[in-house]
T-cell receptor, first 112, second 119 residues
Framework: GQQLNQSPQSMFIQEGEDVSMNCTSS?????WLWYKQDPGEGPVLLIA?????ELTSNGRLTAQFGITRKDSFLNISASIPSDVGIYFC????????????FGQGTRLTINP | GAVVSQHPSWVICKSGTSVKIECRSL??????MFWYRQFPKQSLMLMAT?????????EQGVEKDKFLINHASLTLSTLTVTSAHPEDSSFYIC???????????????FGPGTRLTVL
């Protein structure tokens, strides 16, 4: 079945540093979604990408939909303590197929 | 943004009992909702797709008679864990699909999750 490879699995950074994580797949996706999950909570949507090559920002977050439709990255600039959590990428194969395929997650830890 | 609620947020039950979890889309209608299960330090695992007015579609390996899903309205889906056992203890999360035809956007919004502990 379809799989998403998300990396890195974990990151330990200093407050104020920039963060970059990415997802790749052998399958083509029509939609990429990036979520953040805090402990004991459900995932919260950060950025949704619908077109190949699309670059979208949400505050300090920037994400891009790879031109091949097989990858996406998420960048966080000037990290702050509340950025701590687990970040998941998710891809949708075909609009209308509905199901999401999730990456393994990137656990972000920030040292103040 | 779109809001999805779940109830209860946590539940503790005895082995052999049944537990019902509700998932509601509060400010949009969702013809499709999804139920996921998440174990500690793991990603989300899709259990089933819940379609309003029709039977749910279960993923391979998920027992449909154990995890009963009902999607009675455009804003409510329920998951019932029947005859629960300790191995059913997990974090159950629902999501609701927000499809905006005119904007050609298709996004899933997640509920806050339900922590189930079976003694």
């Amino acid at each position: 079945g379809q799989q998403l490879n998300q990396s890195p699995q974990s990151m330990f950074i200093q407050e104020g540093e920039d963060v970059s994580m990415n997802c790749t797949s052998s399958s083509i996706f029509n939609t990429w979604l990036w979520y953040k999950q805090d402990p004991g909570e459900g995932p919260v949507l950060l950025i949704a990408l619908y077109k190949a090559g699309e670059l979208t920002s949400n505050g300090r977050l920037t994400a891009q939909f790879g031109i091949t439709r097989k990858d996406s990255f998420l960048n966080i600039s000037a990290s702050i303590p509340s950025d701590v959590g687990i970040y998941f990428c998710a891809g949708q194969i075909i609009q209308g197929a509905q199901k999401l395929v999730f990456g393994q997650g990137t656990r972000l830890t920030i040292n103040p | 943004g779109a809001v999805v609620s779940q109830h209860p947020s946590w539940v503790i039950c005895k082995s052999g009992t049944s537990v019902k979890i509700e998932c509601r889309s509060l400010d949009f209608q969702a013809t499709t909702m999804f139920w996921y299960r998440q174990f500690p330090k793991q990603s989300l695992m899709l259990m089933a797709t819940s379609n309003e007015g029709s039977k749910a579609t279960y993923e391979q390996g998920v027992e449909k008679d154990k995890f009963l899903i009902n999607h009675a309205s455009l804003t409510l889906s329920t998951l019932t864990v029947t005859s629960a056992h300790p191995e059913d203890s997990s974090f159950y999360i629902c999501s609701a699909r927000d499809l905006v035809e005119g904007a050609n956007t298709d996004t899933q919004y997640f509920g806050p999750g339900t922590r189930l502990t079976v003694l």
